[in-house]
């Protein structure tokens, strides 16, 4: 049957690709609460085995300990009790297990449009953007340096994506933003261009310091000093450093009651031993130092138990992303994370091809389901994620953000709830009938079952008529239609002018070059 529709704007019939165009323009545009998970997450680990890890990270504490190379966080840490020796701070297991007592099993971000504002950890899951990419793919098909444009179009996207919870935070590097001022562009973009919660710079205490003031002219100065706003990102030097860019920022966010993901950026075989449960043991004792510290600065600031981990290949030193090695990683970390009472964090939909094939189905698919399964609770880079990480693509975050609904449908389980009406369907149809016409159908078809656009599923001829169009050509197309179709939430005129204004006078502040 020729499907049609009217586009009133245009008083004609539209038909086939033209009337589904249609009704994605005229349909009401809705975002998906967090993910709250009627599925059951996979403990790998055995309760002994639990305690294995717990023992042999304690025991790397006491015996060989963790550098903190921040003067700050070094004095934090002598009046806590432990003992420093230069950078190295060693404690006993029971004064760790005590910080970690302090943080809370899960945190509340607010947005500054409240239908956005969700809950990380209490065994619920949300999907958040992707994060650092220097390079982009166009959607020309050219790879080339991010621009600040390139990062306004994905926080236009992912303000746009049902299943994304967060506008996210370095999207991309816009590289044509002198360094000390792309925190002020980058910011400034993902509170103007979507009113779901951010991430803020992490870079050096002043731009960590310059996001939180930012965020306190959006919600208010005082409110952000209490209310967590936004989520950020301290990555760690594996193995076993915190260095002072990162503890600086965290002083200032965890000051503020902000939320702070500690984040291991784990090379496995390089940066940790090359064991699976080795390179466990090794974030384990790096996330749980980082919230240690964040509880010295402020007790019961949110936290998360984090890591990036890629296995390295062997033959050529490169991070490989989609490996079962790393899906086992996010399967233990997060157990241990509970095991913890700790909100956890993984990444999503990396993957190590250069281009949107599939490779980069395959390990992006195979890194989510993964993700899932494990029960993570902050899912970072789900969206777009090329070259382990080094490059975002237009096409692939389309593909990307789509799946994401796939597995938040996936995460929601099954529901019982028209069991009642389904069985007397079942007797109306004879045996050798068939359900296309019966009421249950004609009300539920549309909501029974996933129908993803980006996945064609017509026959060969129907397909080929309709331009025999590859996914990644289909997201192309997509991805043009979703900017052209982006409205900017409102922003009260005052805020938008303040921050216009501070943008300015710290850009004029600032060198162009790092000193």
Known sequence: ???????????????????????????????????????????????????????????????????????????????????????????????????????????????????????????????????????VLGLDGTRRPGTLEDFKNFTKLNHLSPALHMSGGVVCEPMDVPVPKRHLYMTDSLLRYSSKPFMGSVTSKERAEDSLHMAGIVFGQEFVR???????????NTPLVWDKTMLDSVRVFAAANQATLFSPFVLGGASTPASTVGAVIQVNIEALTGVAFSQLVRAGAPALYGQWVSTVSMKTGAPQAGTPEICHMNLLTAQMARHYGLPSRCSGSCSSSKMVDAQAGYEAARNMYGALMAGTNFILSTTGYLESAMCQSYAKWVL??????????????????????????????????????????LANFQTAFSMPEMMNSDNYEQWLAEGGQSAEERATVRCREMLDEYEEPSLPENVSRELDEFVARRDAELPDLVT
């Open 1 to 135: 049957m020729t499907d049609t529709s009217v586009e009133p704007e245009l008083g004609r019939v539209r038909r086939g690709r033209d009337a589904r165009t249609a009704r994605r323009r005229s349909k009401t545009r809705s975002w998906l609460p967090e993910l709250e998970r009627r599925i059951p997450w996979v403990d790998l680990l055995s309760d002994n085995q639990v305690q294995v890890v717990h023992d042999a990270s304690m025991d790397v504490v006491e015996e060989v300990g963790v550098e903190f190379r921040c003067d700050d966080a070094l004095a934090l840490w002598r009046d806590a009790g432990a003992t420093v020796d230069g950078d190295r701070v060693r404690l006993d297991r029971e004064h760790l297990m005590a910080l970690i007592g302090t943080a809370p099993s899960s945190y509340t971000m607010v947005a500054r449009d409240p239908a956005h504002t969700v809950t990380v950890g209490n065994g619920k899951t949300i999907f958040t953007p992707s994060y650092g990419a220097p390079y």
């Open 226 to 236: 209490d209310t967590t706003v936004m989520t950020c990102l301290a990555n760690g």
């Open 400 to 441: 990307d953000s789509e799946q994401l609904e796939m597995m938040y449908r996936l995460g929601s389980g099954v529901s019982f709830d028209d069991l009642d009406e389904v069985l007397d369907t079942m007797r109306e149809v004879p045996p050798g009938g068939h359900h296309l016409g019966t009421a249950h159908t």
